[in-house]
């Protein structure tokens, strides 16, 4: 079993930064792949990046790719996410989840692939 718990997320302006963090119990947190994904209202869950157990790969969706970078402390039993050059379109409830690490990227991008799920921080981006 692993708890997750979000924070860091807040209102932001465009082009600004915000890094969110996920907070992990349980000892097996090296365990697991860590993915971030985003809900806008209205709008379906979507994958937004993902970190092998031992952080030696990573995954982007097209549309954050070169502005968020995912890291992980497994020291800590912590994921980030640092956002940078944020846009309006940001803005969503963000979640992170923890999942399967035996797999190839397409399993990673799938919201079914993931066990855990926190609780979901804010981030709003103002134009």
Sequence with gaps: QVQLVESG???VQAGGSLRLSCAASGRTFSSYTMGWFRQAPGK???FVAAISWSGGSTY?????KGRFTISRDNAKNTVY???NSLKPKDTAVYYCAA???LGVKENF???????YWGQGT?????S
């Design 9 to 11: 997320g807040g209102l």
């Design 44 to 46: 379906e869950r979507e």
């Design 60 to 64: 982007y969706a097209d549309s954050v």
């Design 81 to 83: 996410l640092q956002m």
């Design 99 to 101: 999942g399967h690490p």
């Design 109 to 115: 991008l799938s919201p079914v692939w993931y066990d």
């Design 122 to 126: 804010q981030v709003t981006v103002s």
